[in-house]
């Protein structure tokens, strides 16, 4: 009964349900609502299950599940999970269920939402917890179709064109990293050609492929992968695409889906193509400085507050890259905290801003004011999400910045001679965009969303009741959990990192990282 | 030896909970109307003063044990995150210096507690009132009790963040709004360099902790400059928390907050926690003379420049404002020039306390006349009379002006001869600022004390105003009595054990000319306002009072810097992804991606004879390439 898997129960529960509510009359949407919120309640579990289960002495992959399915070309069914998967599943299952719970504003076509919900949540599972290359791809793609359908049905604003837009820009991400990834298959000798990952792992480890081939490849992955995670200049259709997506699908995306590209990075081109990674860390660089310091002045130009909450997500996966960049232990472990830290902050941000949109019907800053009078527990939480967002000790972003900047400041050959000290630049720009900038444009829209006196159409909004507030306060309490006591998660993502840094050194002793 | 770890993190977890219950219990909700009426509008009050009380009684007993000499350094609570070489926990540093400012801020934050019964009672909010002032003194106290950089820096922003929340606690105002958010990305600049210098001495020791930092630079000497220059960023978070020139401008402004706040938080706490950080991190300040002189630059600057300022403010909030930024000037110029070998931090801690006691009660006092003028009336220049009105009070301020001002035998007149005495033996351009400091700091309390409380009465609300309730006035008389006292409690002693240096005293003439500046400033401030003047007689310098009353112009500069440097490239950025990024790179794309279609389409019109052409033209053109 090796199937009876518990990363197979996280991919295989959404999509059951998912099928369930297939079956259902679209009428009883009150019912469809309940199984679906059900379904992401057992997932979140689930998924919490294999977090507290996960043996964080062990480096290997864990929970592994192995089914052959195509054998000429060495493709399986091949469930498992280490520190960095088990964290993203944790993830997942978490903002997830907060998704499901939040969609009560869903009004028309219910039972299509929620499916198409439940399926997303079922790939996000599926392209954490899968080992095959090709099971990978074919899960974020089955996660992703459901996001452009989303935003064209039940969006808001220019939902087509922003449907569009990220469906562009995403397909030809994905595009492009499968074009890296065939030619990363291509270029192994045929008799050792697999769509396996442990597999490839080691022989990469014994056999690293030739530098130039590595060179020729990485850029694929990096521009294809990075265009998912909006890296700059590919990150336009973040902000329009997050600002017209229903709550719960902006949260999700922004939330899990993003962090894709990233997880991709770490998991397939850091190990496997270590010294391309090394030789475009330059561009690298140059771009997710862009995406820290750019994308923080670009979010003090904003109008729409979900245009802001989204290049501030640009500006904080330049952080998640700054981490991948720095080579370093302690930076790659602070960019996977980041990346769980985001998740959760950036699916409260979007909830919430959902939650306002719903009351009042705009997104604009300046047409809200004062709005913590009226709606003081969501106010409130806005506030919290602000902090956290700026980087505050006590959420769970602080730390994963921190060790990212830590990390940075380790990195070989960023230091740069000013008098007497040495200062590592790039920390520098990151810690001015994170800390100033980010608190100046965050700070701006709280004070002019929340504060300041309440405009009489404002006066009679509702606040969150007591089932509306279950989401918000489950995201709060995971990122002030984290926040205070972030060492259960690091321990956990350590073993990961710590392999993958050792193959980066193995591979290239010249440019071996400080540990 | 008695282990008292067990006992700090009590004293912590007082205000915490207090913070946490009143947040989640004292709601407008049905929960304490079973309490009766007056439960219900105080219920958060009494929580948070019971729990802080508990907490000072722990931290009593802890400062008991480092009297008894139990040292206990670096006990750990527990890890919070540790990776390769970094390695981050909550642990405590607990010694004379921090027990001293333990029961610093646990004593001023009681009498504040006790004060903002009375002076907050007709407010709505009062629950979130006390919640937030909790939470303040839980964060105030993490930064005292801790025992690494990180763990400072953490407890830093939230004590950062709580002055925030309780500047703009009336956020409906748009100015207390503003307020905050400035306060905040003030201090944001100078933690940038706080956590750079803390991030450059890791890159130098590879520890985050004091004690490992302070014995591996003892092993390890390293070179001085790059020493200095980890200080000097260091010492950027206490510029912006204490509030030194240039990053002094956020404090004037957060006197927007209630008057308690603005008493404990921006007058006897937290704005001294920079000092404090810079006698925590002493190891590293006294082993760099450069930083050193950089630090007592700095802070006699501030100190002269805000004193300047407040001779022409008419406030009476902002000129205690502008005194404390002149006050804190004074303690960080003494850090910088501490003489190691000898009383070490011990003159800016001195003054620290002595302040933390009389600039507590001068803002209470301020609150207390602000009470009785319907908290609608704030400047001085509309008051006057007052002494007669409401005595307790006016006797209350005019010791805390006495205090500060260092008249003889009061708490100021000690702390400000030690830190006087510094400057005398070690920078004789420093003492003559501090003391000129020291003859307008008299010069601009005793304008304030003269017009708001001689004279007649110049406004409606004056005239109306009688005496506080017992409530705010018991306070007053606690703090009174520390502000008298504060000098014989034995602070000295108790930071130098070596009697023969805390004994020590300035020379005679550092006194006499202190003396004399306290009278000189009295004196001209009793000439020109102590008989019933109406306008400022200053008015008559046109120029000089324009430019003190403008702060020298520098928010503006600030302002123009801002807008011109973080606005325009703020614009720049984002007219190039819209029009740029967005509109040609991608839009050109979509656009040649349709254009192509378009042309493309033009082949396919489904006209046979069009077809025909076309295969005759390819015909042709394939012939041609063959035949050639």
């Keep these: 009964m090796d199937f009876l898997n518990i990363l197979n129960g996280t991919i295989l529960t959404p999509l059951v349900f998912a099928a369930g509510l297939c079956f259902m009359p679209a009428r009883k949407w009150l019912a469809i609502r309940w199984l679906a919120i059900l379904g992401a309640f057992i997932t979140v579990v689930l998924s919490g299950l294999a977090f507290a289960w996960f043996n964080i002495n062990d480096p290997g992959f864990q929970f592994v599940n192995r089914v052959t399915w195509v054998e000429s070309l060495d493709m399986s069914w091949h469930v498992g999970a280490d520190g960095i998967s088990v964290v993203m599943v944790l993830l997942t299952g978490i903002v997830g269920f907060a998704a499901t719970l939040v969609s009560w504003d869903i009004t028309s076509r219910q039972k299509e939402f929620y499916v198409l919900l439940l399926i997303m949540i079922a790939g996000a599972m599926g392209m954490f917890a899968s080992l095959d290359i090709f099971f990978i791809y074919f899960f974020h793609e089955l996660a992703l179709i459901p996001t452009f359908l989303m935003i064209g049905i039940w969006g808001s604003g220019k939902r087509e064109y922003a449907a569009m837009k990220t469906t562009l820009y995403l397909s030809a991400g994905a595009f492009v990293a499968l074009i890296g990834l065939i030619a990363l298959y291509l270029a192994l000798p045929a008799a050792d050609r697999t769509f396996n990952l442990p597999t490839l792992l080691d022989y990469a480890r014994q056999h690293p492929l030739a530098a130039n081939v590595q060179r020729f490849i990485y850029p694929f992955l990096l521009f294809g992968l990075g265009t998912l995670v909006s890296l700059v200049p590919f990150h336009t259709w973040a902000p329009i695409g997050y600002a017209c997506a229903p709550t719960a699908t902006a949260m999700f995306h922004a939330g899990v889906l993003k962090k894709f590209g990233l997880y991709a990075l770490i998991r397939i081109a850091l190990p496997l193509l270590p010294v391309g990674a090394h030789d475009w860390n330059g561009v690298l660089l140059v771009l997710l400085l862009c995406n820290i310091v750019y994308g923080g002045l670009v979010a003090m130009r904003q109008k729409d507050f979900n245009y802001l909450l989204g290049y501030s997500s640009v500006a904080h996966m330049g952080f998640a890259f700054l981490g991948i960049a720095s080579f370093t232990f302690i930076g790659l472990t602070g960019a996977v905290l980041v990346m769980f830290a985001h998740g959760i902050m950036a699916a409260l941000a979007f909830g919430l801003s959902g939650y306002f949109f719903a009351q009042t019907g705009t997104r604009e800053i300046k047409e809200l004011g004062g709005l913590c009078r009226p709606l003081p527990f969501v106010g409130t939480l806005l506030v919290m999400t602000a902090f956290a967002s700026v980087g505050l000790p006590g959420f769970a972003n602080f730390p994963g910045e921190l060790m990212v900047l830590f990390g940075a400041w380790q990195a070989p050959g960023w230091h740069a001679k000013i008098g007497a000290a040495t200062v590592s630049w790039p920390v520098l720009l990151a810690l001015w965009g994170g800390a100033v900038i980010g608190a100046v444009y965050m700070l701006r829209a709280i004070r002019n969303i929340c504060f300041g006196p309440t405009p009489a159409k404002w006066q009679s909004l509702v606040d969150a009741n007591i089932f509306a507030r279950v989401p918000y306060v489950f995201l709060l309490v995971v990122l002030i959990w984290v926040g205070c006591y972030p060492k259960p998660l690091v321990e956990a993502i350590k073993p990961a990192t710590g392999q993958i840094i050792t193959a980066i050194e193995k591979a290239m002793p010249a440019v071996a990282p400080k540990r | ?628």
């Excluded at chain 2, 003494?334 to 001195?350: E, H, K, Q, R, T």
């Design chain 2, 1 to 628: 030896m008695e282990d008292v770890s067990g006992l700090l993190w009590r004293v912590l977890a007082g205000p915490l909970s207090a913070a946490v219950v009143i947040w989640l219990l004292c709601h407008k909700s049905k929960f304490y109307t079973d309490f009766g009426p007056i439960m219900e509008r105080q219920a958060a009050a009494f929580i948070a003063i019971g729990f802080l009380a508990g907490s000072s009684l722990f931290g009593y007993w802890a400062f008991g044990a480092v009297r008894d000499g139990a040292q206990m350094e670096n006990r750990v609570l527990y890890e919070f995150l540790s990776a390769g070489d970094l390695m981050v926990e909550i642990n405590w540093s607990l010694d004379r210096l921090s027990g001293l400012m333990m029961m610093v801020v646990c004593g001023v934050s009681l009498c504040i507690m006790v004060y903002s019964i009375g002076y907050m009672h007709d407010d709505p909010g009062i629950s979130r009132f006390f919640a937030k002032l909790s939470f303040f003194v839980f964060s105030m106290l993490g930064i005292v009790l801790a025992g690494n950089f990180l763990m400072m820096f953490i407890f830093w922003e939230l004590v950062g963040v709580s002055s925030y929340l309780l500047i703009g606690y009336w956020y409906e105002r748009p100015s207390a709004a503003d307020a905050g958010k400035k306060a905040f990305i003030v201090n944001r600049l100078g933690d940038f360099g706080f956590l750079i210098g803390i991030l450059m001495l890791w890159g130098i020791t590879g520890e985050v902790d004091f004690v490992r930092v302070k014995n591996q630079l003892a092993a390890h000497p390293v070179d001085a400059n790059l020493l200095a220059v980890a200080t000097v960023l260091i010492f950027c978070g206490a510029v912006g928390k204490s509030a030194q020139f240039p990053l002094h401008v956020w404090l004037p402004d957060a006197m927007e907050g209630p008057t308690p706040v603005s008493a404990l938080i921006h007058a006897a706490t937290m704005v001294a926690a920079g000092v404090y950080m810079l006698c925590r991190v002493s190891f590293l300040v006294f082993g760099s003379p450069v930083a050193m002189e950089i630090i007592a630059w700095t802070g006699g600057i501030t100190a002269l420049m805000a004193a300047l300022i407040a001779t022409q403010q008419n406030d009476i909030k902002r000129i205690l404002a502008y005194s404390t930024l002149s006050q804190l000037g004074y303690m960080v110029m003494a850090v910088g020039l501490s003489n190691p070998a000898g009383s070490g931090y011990m003159p800016a801690m001195f003054h620290l306390s002595t302040h933390a006691f009389f600039k507590a009660l001068l803002f209470l006092s301020a609150g207390s006349v602000i009470i009785a003028l319907h908290h609608s009336e704030q400047d001085i220049w509309k008051m006057g009379g007052l002494l007669k009105k409401m005595p307790i009070t006016a006797g209350c301020f005019a010791v805390g002006a006495l205090a500060l001002c260092g008249f003889p035998f009061m708490s100021g007149f000690y702390s400000k001869e030690a830190i006087l005495g510094l400057a005398y033996d070690h920078n004789p351009r420093l003492y003559l600022l501090a003391t000129v400091t020291a003859g307008l700091t008299a010069f601009y309390m005793f304008r304030c004390f003269f017009v708001a409380f001689f004279g007649n009465t110049r406004g409606e609300h004056a005239e109306k105003a009688k005496e506080s309730s017992w409530v705010v006035l018991g306070p007053l008389v606690v703090l009174a009595v520390a502000s008298i006292c504060g000098g014989w409690f034995g602070i000295p002693e108790w930071l130098v054990e070596n009697k023969a240096i805390s004994a020590e005293h300035a020379p005679r003439a550092v006194m006499i000319a202190a003396l004399a500046a306290f009278t000189i400033g009295v004196g001209a401030a009793a000439f020109l306002y102590a008989r019933g003047a109406t306008t400022d007689a200053l008015n008559k310098l046109p120029v000089l009072s324009w430019v003190l009353r403008n702060k020298f112009f520098i928010e503006e500069i600030y302002m123009v810097l801002v807008k011109a440097g973080q606005g325009t490239l703020a614009w720049l950025c984002g007219f190039v992804d819209r029009w740029i990024i967005a509109g040609l790179a991608v839009r050109g794309l979509a656009a040649t991606t349709r254009g192509t279609g378009q042309v493309l389409r033009l082949f396919q019109t489904g006209n046979v004879q069009t077809y025909a052409l076309w295969f005759a033209a390819g015909a042709t053109i394939i012939l041609y390439c063959l035949v050639r």
